[in-house]
């Protein structure tokens, strides 16, 4: 009896935990390339694009969610949004790290 109860009571868990997950991951509709204009660029703008990332993370929200970068220091980055525009994702970017962004749906690059 004992062995069906914690059964019972891991798959609910399991349940409740894939419903959660799956809720707050359909909040973000589409994925985007966020490019920087001239970074590492002939060695000017010097950035580490895992910097760059951990800086635009801090400013993560219900609208935008910065996922990775590309190592390579002309500093390429995925995001998902939700409601945000490509140029506000580009000014938000632009505020943040002090270089030009340019941002595209992967939908338009593939």
């Given at each position: 009896m004992k062995a069906e109860e914690?059964?019972?009571w891991r798959e609910?868990?399991?349940k409740h935990f894939s419903e959660a997950y799956n809720e707050r991951d359909s909040v973000y509709t589409e994925l985007c390339g966020l490019f920087t204009?001239?970074?590492?660029?002939?060695?000017?703008?010097?950035?580490?694009?895992a910097g760059v990332l951990k800086?635009?993370?801090?400013?993560?929200s219900d609208q935008l969610r910065f996922l990775g970068c590309h190592w390579r220091p002309s500093g390429n980055?995925?995001?998902e949004r939700c409601g945000m525009s490509e140029e506000d994702i580009e000014h938000l970017a632009e505020s943040i790290v002090g270089?030009?962004?340019v941002c595209r749906?992967?939908?338009l690059l593939a």
């Open positions: 914690d059964h019972l609910a868990a399991k204009r001239n970074m590492g660029n002939y060695g000017m703008n010097r950035l580490t694009p800086c635009l993370r801090a400013r993560d980055f995925l995001v270089l030009g962004f749906a992967i939908s």
